[in-house]
């Protein structure tokens, strides 16, 4: 595969949100499908900041699919993939959860 050409004088977005705490008696399960569900929202906003659109007709295989890029949408993506067996298999698909950001 070829890298990706990332062009200098791209705008960098960096969003911090509040801090999350795991109870130590919380289902770590449900604990880290919060947090990916928490990290995909953040993600969304920043990637729908208009500063950070492809131009009309600009191949972009860095932006998501459901959001006007080129990137594979998430069902594509996973047979991409290599994710060891054991790994918990993500429960936040983009755009199915929306999360305020704190």
């Known amino acids: 595969r070829r890298p990706v050409d990332l062009h200098r004088g791209r705008p960098v977005s960096i969003l911090v949100g509040t801090p999350r705490y795991v109870d130590p008696a919380a289902d770590l399960r449900e604990a880290t499908a919060g947090h990916g569900a928490c990290l995909q929202g953040m993600v969304d ?19 998501p699919a459901h959001l006007g890029g080129w990137a594979p949408d998430a069902a594509h993506a996973r047979t ?23």
């Open 45 to 63: 906003v920043l990637q729908r900041r208009p500063v950070h659109q492809p131009a009309p007709g600009e191949h972009a295989p860095w932006h």
């Open 80 to 102: 991409l993939e290599s994710v060891p067996v054991s790994a918990l298999a993500p429960s936040w698909p983009p755009g199915v959860h929306e999360t305020s950001v704190g």
